[in-house]
């Protein structure tokens, strides 16, 4: 529960003491201010975001006299924020929503917060798949924060899929080239080096050979999926498939569509290749 109705018998335990674990946003309203009855709806879906981080502590005026005169309140709607026992920020009036949750904002935490946490611990674990979608749901909503940029580049470097990683490395200025974004470089430069594979060398050595060759070409892109290399064999399969839709009884599009329900919904890679599949196809 963390929207709590405040009296002079609870007021010391929710609005000081739990404002040392939790933000707590304090409301002193009254049923005949028209400006508090539309003020609370917001305040509670607010609160209703953050269970574990925000207490709505509404107090009525009409009911709670003393912690009126205690708060010194002189109209109503006011709103106080309190952190750590003390009052840091608060306002007077109808605000609109937006307004509300930019004053908010530097007391709660961000919204890609949780996901940056959590896979960090799945890369601890070194299962960077679970990772993966967590982190690119961060980069996007932290409008691309290079400290995330970099740890999704190292999550990828550590998958194998070294262009994505070496693309996203590529936008991180100097400024922000943190320890990770220097491990992230480190491991790329690794997955490089042991890139190729006997197995891929020859395959590589035959299809050069023999370009028009689709059944070196198929097993080519196989061998790169194999080895992290996603989108060489994706533009490879497609390759396939652009000069014979009826290869192998369809193989080459059975390919390219489990490799795209490998990488996942949302993934990047996949999105560009299934429109370029869905273009050959209509």
């Given at each position: 529960m963390n929207i709590v109705d405040i009296t002079a018998e609870n007021a010391q335990q929710y609005v000081i003491d739990?404002?040392?674990k939790r933000l707590v946003v304090v409301q002193f309203w009254s049923g005949r201010s028209e400006g508090c009855k539309a003020l609370m709806p917001v305040l509670e879906t607010i609160a209703g975001?953050?269970?574990?981080?925000?207490l709505l502590a509404k107090i009525n005026t009409d009911q709670q006299q003393m912690l009126v005169a205690q708060f010194g309140i002189q109209s109503l709607p006011t709103v106080m924020i309190i952190k750590d026992g003390q009052p840091v920020d608060g306002f007077s009036?109808?605000?609109?929503?937006?307004?509300?949750?930019?004053?908010?904002?530097?007391?709660?935490?961000?919204?890609?917060?949780?996901?940056?946490?959590?896979?960090?611990a799945w890369m601890d674990e070194a299962n960077y798949a679970e990772a993966l979608p967590l982190l690119r749901q961060a980069h996007e909503v932290s409008n691309q924060l290079p400290m995330i940029t970099c740890l999704l580049a190292l999550c990828y470097a550590e998958m194998g899929r070294v262009e994505e990683a070496e693309g996203l490395l590529a936008t991180v200025?100097?400024?922000?080239?943190?320890?990770?974004?220097?491990?992230?470089?480190?491991?790329?430069?690794?997955?490089?080096?042991?890139?190729?594979?006997?197995?891929?060398?020859?395959?590589?050595?035959?299809y050069a050979a023999n370009p028009d060759n689709l059944?070196?070409?198929?097993?080519?892109?196989l061998q790169m999926n194999e080895e992290g290399q996603h989108k060489n064999a994706l533009e490879l399969l497609l390759d396939i498939f652009k000069r014979d839709r009826g290869f192998n009884d369809g193989a080459a599009r059975k390919?390219?569509?489990?490799?795209?329900?490998?990488?996942?919904?949302?993934?990047?890679l996949a999105v560009e290749y299934q429109r370029k599949l869905f273009t050959l196809l209509y």
């Open positions: 739990e404002s040392f975001e953050y269970p574990g981080d925000l009036g109808v605000q609109p929503e937006p307004q509300i949750r930019e004053l908010l904002e530097p007391y709660l935490p961000k919204a890609w917060e949780a996901d940056v946490l959590a896979a960090k200025k100097m400024a922000d080239q943190d320890a990770v974004y220097h491990q992230a470089l480190s491991v790329v430069e690794l997955k490089k080096q042991a890139a190729d594979s006997p197995e891929l060398e020859k395959l590589q050595a035959e059944q070196a070409a198929y097993a080519l892109a390919a390219i569509t489990d490799i795209l329900a490998a990488l996942g919904k949302g993934d990047p």
